[in-house]
C-alpha cells in the first residue's frame, strides 16, 4: 500500500480527518474526507469494526484503518497520486465499487492485495456517503459525527483519476464477486419485497424517498454538492443545460475539442510554413515576423483554451463515477437492509421456538444464497446441540463436543468467522468441498448458540457476507431468547390450568364421597324415626356409626395430605411386626365384607412408624376393593435388608401412563374417575407415609392380570427417632 | 293401587340399601335390592318391579348401561335416578335416556317417597 501514500508530484497531499463517536455510521465518516485543508488532530473513538470508513480510505490510500478505541490520533494523510495519462473518463464503476463494498462490509477484513487507483472518486463521493448516513438512520455500526471540511481544492491536477486500475486476475475476480454478491442482494431484496409483507416495500420506498430529501437538503447545507459540482464543471466545459451531463456527452465533447483543436493547429501549422516561403516585400503592411508571432501566439492561446477544456472534462468525468459509485453503494445498503429487515420480521413472527428456529435459517440461508446450515444452542454443559438443521450432514439433536469445530470455535471466541474453500474440513470435518460461515447468537450478553451457514465452493462467502449474518444474528438471538421465554410462560400456565382442573374436579370429587356417607346417615335417621322393630333400629345406629367414622376418616385423609405436602413427615421409627400388622387389617377387612387373603412369615419386622403403616396396609387394601377385583392377596415376603409388602388384586390393573400419576394428589384415574367412589388422596398419602419411613411404593401389573401395588421398607434404621408423628406445623 | 307396589332398589352402598329399604317397607311398599347394574338387570327380568330407585355409580355395570338398556324395552319399569351426581348434564342425560325423575343424594326420605308415589300414580294412569 505504501506506493500509493507519497505523492508523485508536486499535488499538494490531502489531509483528512475524521472523528469517530461510539456508534458512528461508515458513511458519514466519509463526509469528513471532502475536506482538504489542515484540520487539526482529533480524537478517534471508534470501534475498530465500526470503522469501515477508515477501512474504504485504508484500502483506498494506505491510511491505517480500523483506529483503536479511544486513541488520539494524527489526521491520516491521504497522498493522492498523479495524474494518469491513462485515464478514461467513461470507465464504468468497476474500480471504484470494491472499496465502497469494503466500506459497506464494516467490520470485514481483506486480505487481498490492494490495486493501485485514485482516490478521488471515492473522495469525492464522501459527500454522497454522508448523505448516505442521513438516509439510513437505522445503518449499524456506530454513530458518528463527521468533522466540517474546508473548502475543495480546485487543483484538477492533484485530483485527476485514474480510473482505470491496472487489474490483475487477482483483483478483477475479487471486483467480479462483489458486484456478483452486491447483485445477488438487489435481486434477493427484490425477490423478498414481493414475497415479505408489503410494508417492506413501503419502507423501501419511504427510505429512498427520505434519502433525495436528505441529498438535497445535504446539498443546499453543504454548497458544494456533487450536482452542483457537476453542473459547475458542466458549464466551463461547454455543456450546460438543466440535466446532468451523461459520461458519454463528456466523451462525445471531449472528441469534439480535440479534433477542432488539430484541425486549427494543422490549419496555425499550415498557416507558419506559408508565411515562411512567401517572400516579403518592404511595402507590406506588416512583416513576417509579426506575422509569424501573431500566428504563434493564436496557437498558444487555443492550446491553452483547449487544455483548460480538457481539465475541466477530465473532473465533470471523474464526478460522473462518482455519482454512479455512490449510487450503486445507497442502493446495495438499502437493499441490505430491506432484506436484513424482512429476515428479522420473519423471525420475529413466530413464537414457537422450533418454528423461530426453523424461520432463522432458512432466512439465513436465502438471504446469504447457502446450500445448508444449521443452528447449534448451548447446552447447560457447554455442548452445542443441533436444534435446526438443513442439508447438512448433522441430524437434528445432535449433540457437537469438539472445540476444533468451527461452530466451537466461535462458541468459545464469541466471533464470527468463516471458512474458505480448501478449509471445510475445519467446519465439518468433511471433505473440504464446502465454505462455511459461523456467528454466535448472542442476546443480552449471553451465548444462546452459533449459527452456520454453508455452501458449495461455487458460493465464495466474503467478509460482506459474514458482516451481514453478523447483523442477522442480533435479531435471531433475540427471536430464539423471546420464543424460549414463551415456551417457559406457557409450560407454566399449562401446568396452573392443570392444577386448576385437578382442584376443581377435587372439589366435584369430595362433594360426592361426601354425599354418600351423608345420604346414609340420613336415611338412617329418617328410617329410625318410623315404627321399626328394636334390631331393625339397632342396626341403624350402627349405620350412622360407620358412615360417620368414613366422613371422619375422609376429613383425617385430606388433613394428613396437607400435612404431607406443607411439612413433609417425620415419623416415630420403630420396630414393628409387619406380619402381626398386615394380619390384623385383614381381619378388619374381613369384618367389614371385603375378605383379602394373607401370605405372610410368621414374623417380620421392619422399622417403620405404626401408625404410617397401619395407614399404608389399609389404604392399599380399600384401594385394590375399589379398583381391582377379588380375590385380593397381602403378601409379605423379606428380601435382605429390605422387606417387600405387596397388595395383589384382580382387576383390570393400572395402563402404564397412569402408574405414577396415580400417586399424584387428586388425580383419579380416567375409568375410575365417574363410577368408584374415592377423592384421591388414597395413594398419594401411602407414598408419602412409605416415604417418610425411608420406603418406596409402586405399582406394576400383577403375574397373571390384575395390579400389584409394591411397598419397599427397610428391616434396619440408623437410629430411631424420636419426633412424634404427624409433625406438628413447623414454627 | 291394586296391591303393594314393587320396587327395586339399585345401589352399590350397603347402608343405603339397608336403610332405604327399611324406609319403603314402613310405608308398605314390597322392595328388593341390587348392588350393580347386572343384578339390577337379572332382576327387573325376573321380579318386575314397578318402579327402579337406580344409582348411576356402580362397578360391572353402571347406572347409565341399565337406563339405556331399559330404554330400549316397550314394557318397562319407572326408574328414579337417585345419584350424587348433580350437574344438570347428568340430569338432561337421565330424562333422555327415559328416567321418570331424578334425585340427588343425600336424598330427604319424605321428599323421595313423594315422588315415589307420583311416579308409580303416572305410571297407572298411563296404564302401563
Known amino acids: 500500500m505504501a506506493e500509493a501514500a507519497e505523492p508523485a508530484t508536486d499535488a499538494k497531499p490531502r489531509r483528512l480527518s475524521f472523528s469517530f463517536r461510539a456508534g458512528a455510521s461508515p458513511a458519514a465518516q466519509i463526509a469528513a474526507d471532502t475536506a482538504d485543508a489542515d484540520i487539526p488532530p482529533v480524537e ?167 434519502g433525495a430529501a436528505a441529498r438535497t437538503g445535504a446539498a443546499d447545507a453543504g454548497g458544494a454538492g456533487i450536482e452542483d459540482r457537476i453542473r459547475k464543471e458542466a458549464r466551463s466545459a461547454g455543456l450546460g443545460g438543466a440535466a446532468l451531463p451523461s459520461t458519454e456527452a463528456v466523451a462525445r465533447r471531449r472528441i469534439q475539442l480535440w479534433g477542432i483543436a488539430i484541425v486549427v493547429l494543422s490549419m496555425i501549422a499550415v498557416a507558419l510554413v506559408i508565411t515562411g516561403l512567401s517572400k516579403t516585400s518592404g511595402d507590406d503592411w506588416v512583416s513576417a515576423k509579426t506575422l509569424r508571432l501573431a500566428v504563434i501566439g493564436l496557437a498558444l492561446g487555443f492550446t491553452i483554451y483547449a487544455l483548460e477544456k480538457e481539465v475541466h472534462l477530465r473532473r465533470l468525468s471523474r464526478l460522473l463515477i462518482d455519482e454512479r459509485v455512490i449510487n450503486t453503494a445507497l442502493t446495495n445498503r438499502l437493499n441490505m437492509h430491506s432484506a436484513l429487515t424482512a429476515a428479522g420480521k420473519a423471525v420475529n413472527s413466530v413464537l414457537d421456538l422450533d418454528e423461530v428456529l426453523e424461520v432463522i435459517l432458512s432466512s439465513a440461508l436465502e438471504m446469504l444464497e447457502g446450500s445448508e446450515g444449521s443452528v447449534m444452542l448451548l447446552e447447560a454443559d457447554g455442548a452445542l446441540a443441533v436444534v435446526a438443521v438443513q442439508g447438512t450432514q448433522l441430524v437434528k439433536g445432535q449433540r457437537l463436543r469438539e472445540d476444533s469445530s468451527l461452530a466451537g470455535l466461535v462458541a468459545r471466541t464469541r466471533e464470527p468467522a468463516m471458512v474458505g474453500a480448501g478449509h471445510g474440513a475445519v467446519a465439518r470435518g468433511d471433505d473440504g468441498s464446502h465454505v462455511a460461515m459461523c456467528v454466535p447468537l448472542v442476546n443480552r450478553g449471553e451465548l444462546l448458540g452459533v449459527l452456520d451457514v454453508e455452501a458449495r465452493l461455487d458460493r465464495a462467502f466474503d467478509e460482506y457476507d459474514l458482516h451481514v449474518l453478523s447483523l442477522f444474528a442480533e435479531p435471531a438471538a433475540a427471536a430464539i431468547a423471546n420464543a424460549r421465554l414463551y415456551g417457559a410462560e406457557r409450560a ?72 404431607l405436602e406443607r411439612h413433609g413427615s417425620a415419623p416415630l421409627l420403630r420396630r414393628i411386626e409387619l406380619a402381626s400388622l398386615v394380619r390384623l387389617v385383614a381381619l378388619d377387612s374381613q369384618v367389614a365384607g371385603r375378605p383379602v387373603k394373607v401370605e405372610a412369615p410368621e414374623t417380620c419386622e421392619v422399622r417403620a412408624d405404626p401408625e404410617a403403616m397401619r395407614r399404608i396396609v389399609t389404604n392399599l387394601v380399600e384401594n385394590a376393593h375399589k379398583y381391582g377385583a377379588a380375590p385380593i392377596r397381602l403378601i409379605v415376603e423379606p428380601d435382605g435388608d429390605r422387606v417387600m409388602l405387596s397388595v395383589v388384586d384382580h382387576g383390570p390393573g393400572v395402563p402404564l401412563a397412569e402408574r405414577e400419576r396415580i400417586f399424584e394428589r387428586f388425580y383419579r384415574a380416567e375409568h375410575t374417575r365417574d363410577n368408584r367412589p374415592g377423592i384421591g388422596l388414597g395413594l398419594p398419602i401411602v407414598r408419602g407415609l412409605a416415604e417418610a419411613c425411608g420406603g418406596s411404593v409402586w405399582v406394576e401389573d400383577a403375574p397373571g392380570g390384575g395390579a400389584a401395588f409394591r411397598v419397599s421398607l427397610r428391616t434396619r434404621h440408623a437410629e430411631d427417632q424420636e419426633t412424634p408423628w404427624p409433625a406438628s406445623p413447623r414454627s | 293401587m291394586a296391591g303393594k307396589s314393587k320396587i327395586l332398589i339399585v345401589d352399590d352402598e350397603p347402608d343405603v340399601l339397608l336403610t332405604l329399604r327399611m324406609i319403603l317397607e314402613s310405608e308398605g311398599f314390597d322392595a328388593s335390592l341390587a348392588a350393580d347394574g347386572e343384578t339390577a338387570l337379572r332382576r327387573i327380568d325376573e321380579d318386575h318391579p314397578d318402579l327402579v330407585v337406580l344409582d348411576i355409580m356402580m362397578p360391572v355395570l353402571d347406572g347409565w348401561f341399565v337406563l339405556a338398556e331399559l330404554a330400549g324395552r316397550t314394557r318397562r319399569p319407572a326408574v328414579i335416578v337417585c345419584s350424587a351426581k348433580s350437574s344438570e348434564a347428568d340430569v338432561g342425560r337421565a330424562r333422555d335416556l327415559g328416567a321418570a325423575d331424578y334425585v340427588t343424594k343425600p336424598w330427604d326420605a319424605d321428599d323421595l317417597l313423594r315422588r315415589i308415589r307420583e311416579s308409580l300414580g303416572r305410571r297407572e294412569h298411563v296404564g302401563i
Request: aromatic content about 2%.
Open chain 1, 44 to 210: 478517534a473513538d471508534a470501534r475498530p469494526p465500526a470503522s469501515s470508513a477508515g477501512r474504504l480510505l485504508g484500502e483506498q490510500s494506505s491510511i491505517a484503518p480500523a483506529p483503536p478505541a479511544r486513541v488520539l490520533a494524527p489526521p491520516p494523510v491521504l497522498a493522492l497520486p498523479p495524474v494518469s495519462d491513462s485515464s478514461t473518463p467513461a470507465r464504468p464503476a468497476g474500480p471504484a465499487l470494491s472499496p465502497l463494498a469494503a466500506a459497506l462490509g464494516a467490520g470485514a477484513r481483506t486480505d487481498a492485495p490492494l490495486p493501485e487507483r485514485s482516490p478521488a472518486p471515492v473522495v469525492a463521493g464522501s459527500a454522497l456517503m454522508a448523505r448516505a448516513a442521513t438516509v439510513l438512520p437505522a445503518a449499524p455500526g456506530p454513530e458518528m459525527t463527521p468533522v466540517p471540511h474546508a473548502t475543495a481544492p480546485e487543483d484538477p491536477f492533484v485530483e485527476a483519476p485514474a480510473p482505470v486500475e491496472a487489474e490483475t486476475p487477482d483483483t478483477r475476480s475479487r471486483r467480479q464477486r462483489n458486484t456478483r454478491s452486491r447483485s445477488r442482494f438487489r435481486s434477493r431484496a427484490h425477490t423478498k419485497a414481493k414475497v415479505k409483507a408489503k410494508a417492506t416495500a413501503a419502507s423501501g420506498t419511504q427510505t429512498a424517498a427520505s
Open chain 1, 492 to 563: 407454566h400456565v399449562a401446568e396452573l390450568l392443570d392444577l386448576d382442573r385437578m382442584k376443581s374436579q377435587f372439589v366435584a370429587t369430595v362433594s360426592h364421597e361426601l354425599r354418600t356417607p351423608l345420604t346414609s346417615i340420613r336415611g338412617a335417621i329418617a328410617a329410625a324415626r318410623r315404627p321399626v322393630a328394636d334390631e331393625q333400629r339397632a342396626e341403624l345406629f350402627d349405620v350412622i356409626e360407620r358412615q360417620t367414622g368414613r366422613l371422619a376418616t375422609m376429613v383425617e385423609e385430606m388433613f394428613a395430605a396437607a400435612q
